[in-house]
C-alpha cells in the first residue's frame, strides 16, 4: 500500500475542489487531509484510506483549525471517528461534508461532489440501524 494519494486521486481532489479550500472556499487549497485520520487508527494498509472520497483539500488555516478542534471537525464532516468509518467498512462517502456556507455534501471515490439529499439519509439510515 502506498504512503499517501495517488497522483491520480490528488488530481481528482483537486479538480473536485477547483483549487479552493473545500471548508472555507475562500483561501487556495494547499493541504490534502485525511478525513479519517492515518494516526488515529487509520493506516496505510486500509485500501480506502486514500481514495478520494476520505480526502479533502484544505488552505493551511483551515487544515490547522480541523487538526486544533477535533469536535467542531467532526460535525462538519471533516474528520471521522474510527469506529463509525469501521462500521460503514470504509465507506465514508457516506458521511457528507458541511462547508462554510452551511451546503452539505457527499464526496465519491471517483472525486464528484454532490449536494447530499434526504435519500442519501435514508439509506444511510438503513444501512446502519
Known amino acids: 500500500m502506498t504512503d499517501g494519494p495517488t497522483d491520480e486521486t490528488r488530481e481528482l481532489i483537486l479538480h473536485r475542489s477547483k483549487g479552493w479550500c473545500e471548508l472555507c472556499r475562500v483561501q487556495p487549497a494547499t493541504d490534502a487531509h485525511h478525513r479519517r485520520r492515518k494516526g488515529k487508527g487509520g493506516s496505510n494498509a486500509l485500501p480506502w484510506m486514500h481514495l478520494a472520497d476520505n480526502l479533502v483539500m484544505l488552505c493551511r488555516y483551515c487544515h490547522q ?65
Open 65 to 129: 483549525a480541523i487538526h486544533s478542534m477535533p469536535t467542531e471537525a467532526r460535525r462538519l464532516g471533516f474528520q471521522i471517528r474510527v469506529g463509525v468509518a469501521d462500521q460503514l467498512a470504509g465507506e465514508v462517502w457516506r458521511i457528507p461534508i458541511l462547508d462554510q456556507r452551511q451546503h452539505r455534501w457527499i464526496l465519491t471515490r471517483i472525486g464528484e461532489k454532490r449536494p447530499y439529499t434526504l435519500d442519501d439519509w435514508s439509506e444511510f439510515i438503513e444501512a446502519n440501524y
